[in-house]
């Protein structure tokens, strides 16, 4: 079975093949952050353009790095939720467009749910011998950290996805980009925030703790404003006055490079602990579950990965961690997720409409 999966939700515009759900043919993401990283964060508008302009290319070169030919599809998938509107009307239209003029299924994926099949996902190159991935014993636990979403799930064996918590501010994904502008770290937040912590000791000379929000008793919900706040006033001061007319004491610039990178450390770390003890509250007061299934951007986080592995440990879970090239926005998520609607004989018509908020 052969799905090619086109996402455009935000940022990236990319375009894959998977066969059976599970083995990437070919993963194509154009990414734009040479547009967006003067804004410091994603200019709609623009990122709508970038994928008109785009998307096209990219799905030619998924097809003949797959070495597939358009008929020999299965099915088109397309995340069509959630997302940026005017971005995710471009992959809809031309994911009907493929659909109809080719005379295939078309599949509108949920964004967030393709997510949490990133971890299943493998080349396809190193399957020949090898087995694929195991998939995750149900019931599980499902975290999903992006740069838009901070959620946990519980997932059935039927696909169900019961949600048990959100964010009710920043995703993390969000914090570590704001932590990154802070920290005068570089474009996208996240990956240099976590380079830059390699160096870095959370417990450093003058390093503050920074604060851990759990929310009430039983919350499973998360909140990362607090932690941006505490690491705006460690690298700045705090402020005289409120608001906009609020002035710091100093600036970034007045950092050395080694407080810079002890206070990335402390954020980390800070912001791993903060989804590890939620984990650890959602198997404290829920059922039991075999297994802990991960996805988005974040899950690329080298303190995030090391601390759930651990913890997985700890906790007799088995971990479905996605390898490095499915954490951040990517199509094989979305064509591998369609798979398992496509062999339920669930497909959508070209009615489908693009959703700015998640179902999920
Ligand atoms: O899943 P994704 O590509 O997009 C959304 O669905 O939001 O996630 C992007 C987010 C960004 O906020 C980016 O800074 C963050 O993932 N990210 C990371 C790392 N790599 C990407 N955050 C922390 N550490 C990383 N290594
Ligand atoms: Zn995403």
Known sequence: MLILGLETSCDETAAAVVQDGVAVRSNVVATQHDLHQRYAGVVPEIASRAHLERLMPVVQDALTQAGVAAEDLDAIAVGN?????GSLIVGVSAAKALAWSLDKP???VDHVRAHLHAAQLVDSGDTSGASPVAAPTYPALG?????????????SDDGGATRLGRTIDDAVGEAYDKAGVLLNAGYPGGPNVDALAQTGDPHGPDIPTLPISMLGADSL????????????????GHPQGRGKS???PR????????RRADLAAAFQHAASQAVVRKLARALQHGPRVHALVVGGGVSANSELRKRLAVFAQEHQLSLHLPAMAYCVDNAAMIAGYAALRLAAGDTDDLHLPVLATSRT
């Open 246 to 248: 609020a002035t710091f």
């Open 106 to 108: 078309l599949i509108g």
């Open 81 to 85: 939720r959630p997302g940026l509107v």
């Open 221 to 236: 919900d998360f909140s990362f404003s607090g932690l941006k706040t505490a690491l705006l006033y460690a690298v700045r």
């Open 143 to 155: 975290l999903v950290v992006s740069g838009g979403h901070t959620s946990l799930y519980r997932l």
């Open 251 to 258: 600036s970034v610039d007045d950092l050395t490079d080694t």
